[in-house]
């Protein structure tokens, strides 16, 4: 069964939408992005979210006890990694919390996809060329990951079933269910709807 994530959410009107629409997961983007959140931000909309969504948040080689921080106030339930972290830095993190903690990817090839699997991580996450491009890639390279995996870069309504047929743990999406750069109801609404049909059939 395919979990969905809605990623970027920055407003309550955000919140709003997905305590109807009750996707698995949310993610509330911390590092540099037109997205960004601060911890105070995140702790409203936090506060607003339905508490069976789980809540991710998503950092680019920030500084662990500004992670542990956000972990131990309740702010996120899981930690997204998505820049250049290695296996030293994954390893300090996990003495810290004891959170799941997920790994993006950026896929160019196939060595990715192998690297990748040898992390010591719960989630892998799969994105585009350059993580966050919101461009998709070869998803053939997907056939020999043991490691539960998030499925995201350029997904949107219309190829969301055809990225179900590999089978991820998590499909993620964020400018797929937007609208001249701000999250869509409908959209949103649409998209998961599709997964969820496909979890019927």
């Excluded at 662990?64 to 702010?75: A, C, F, G, R």
Aim: glycine share 6%; net charge neutral; hydrophobic share 40%.
């Amino acid at each position: 069964m395919t979990n969905i994530k809605i990623c970027g959410l920055n407003r309550l009107a955000d919140i709003e939408m997905v305590n109807k629409l009750l996707p698995e997961y949310v993610g509330f983007v911390f590092a540099k992005s037109r997205r960004q959140v601060d911890a105070v931000t995140a702790q409203t909309l936090k506060n607003r979210l339905d508490p069976t969504i789980v809540a991710v948040g998503v950092f680019v080689e920030a500084a662990i006890d500004d992670i542990v921080k956000l972990v131990e106030t309740h702010v996120i339930d899981m930690v997204q990694l998505h820049g250049d972290e290695d296996e030293r830095y994954i390893s300090q993190l996990r003495q810290k919390v004891s959170v799941p903690i997920i790994k993006a990817v950026a896929v160019t090839g196939r060595d990715d996809v192998h690297k990748a699997g040898q992390l010591a991580v719960d989630y892998l996450l799969f994105d585009g060329q350059q993580a966050g491009s919101g461009q998709t890639f070869d998803w053939q390279y997907l056939s020999e990951v043991k490691t539960p995996y998030f499925l995201a870069g350029g997904l949107c309504e219309a190829n969301v079933a055809q990225a179900l047929l590999k089978q991820p743990f998590a499909v993620d999406v964020s400018s797929g269910v937007e609208t001249k750069g701000v999250k869509d109801e409908a959209k949103i609404r649409t998209f998961i709807e599709r997964i969820r049909k496909q979890k019927e059939c």
